[in-house]
């Protein structure tokens, strides 16, 4: 079984609906991180989470919002589902430890990503 | 800003021939420096790192060196296979917004041929 876990794999949507993308993880990393992936653009940060009571903002969370639900669990939902949401959407997971903004490898574990189309 | 600058794909290599693909960066500091490859439906996973001037990180037969005065971290291969087949990204670990954040290339895309 993979490390980390993402759900669903492809999902296909219309304008205006409501989607959560799940991401769950058995490495025990305090660290959990939502990516998008569009072609040309490489990976672009959206949300980041050091643990379960810190939740930060990153280069293009607009029209996105997350969850923490527990170390091992981080969501990550799209209120109102709009076309240029289109993306391949990856979560990952990094060491560190809880609080502090160094000491990691830098080294990130992804899931397998999850295919979102919005009609 | 701290960025990473790849060349541009798709590469399309036959067999056994050598590999190159460019990444420069721009970072205040003394980054450390990330190949990650991506093969075709999985996510991405650790290549290889550097994590201070003239380091070389080496993995499955690739190499790249972390050059501060050309602020390059090019990755190479001698030999490539049909299995090499992937996206390569290039990645700097910096400090931003009072963590240390990993910012990525946009990615090469790489097709060996038999």
């Known amino acids: 079984d993979a490390d980390v876990t993402q759900t669903p794999r492809n999902r296909i949507t219309k304008t205006g609906k409501r989607i959560m993308l799940e991401c769950s993880q058995t490495?025990?990393?305090?660290?959990m991180y939502w990516y998008r992936q569009d072609p040309g653009l490489g990976l672009q940060l959206i949300y980041y989470s050091f643990d379960v009571k810190d939740i930060n903002k990153g280069e293009i969370s607009d029209g996105y919002s997350v969850s923490r639900q527990a170390q091992a669990k981080f969501s990550l939902s799209l209120e109102s589902a709009i076309p240029n949401q289109t993306a391949l959407y990856f979560c990952?997971?990094?060491?560190?430890?809880?609080?502090?903004?160094?000491?990691?490898?830098?080294?990130?574990?992804f899931g397998e990503g999850s295919r979102l189309t919005v009609l | 800003g701290n960025s990473v600058t790849q060349m541009e794909g798709p590469v399309t290599l036959s067999e056994e021939a050598f590999l190159t693909i460019n990444c420069t960066y721009t970072a205040t500091g003394y980054p450390s420096l990330f190949w990650y490859v991506q093969y075709p439906g999985e996510g991405l996973q650790l290549l290889l790192k550097a994590t201070k001037a003239d380091d070389k990180g080496s993995n499955k037969g690739f190499e790249a060196t972390y050059r501060k005065e050309t602020t390059s971290f090019h990755l190479e291969k001698g030999s490539v296979q049909v299995s090499d087949s992937a996206v390569y990204f290039c990645?700097?670990?910096?400090?931003?917004?009072?963590?240390?954040?990993?910012?990525f290339g946009a990615g090469t895309r790489l097709a060996v041929h038999p």
């Open positions: 490495k025990g990393h305090d660290r």
């Open positions: 990952a997971t990094s060491e560190g430890r809880t609080g502090t903004s160094g000491g990691n490898t830098g080294e990130l574990f």
């Open positions: 990645a700097l670990k910096a400090l931003s917004g009072g963590y240390n954040k990993l910012i």
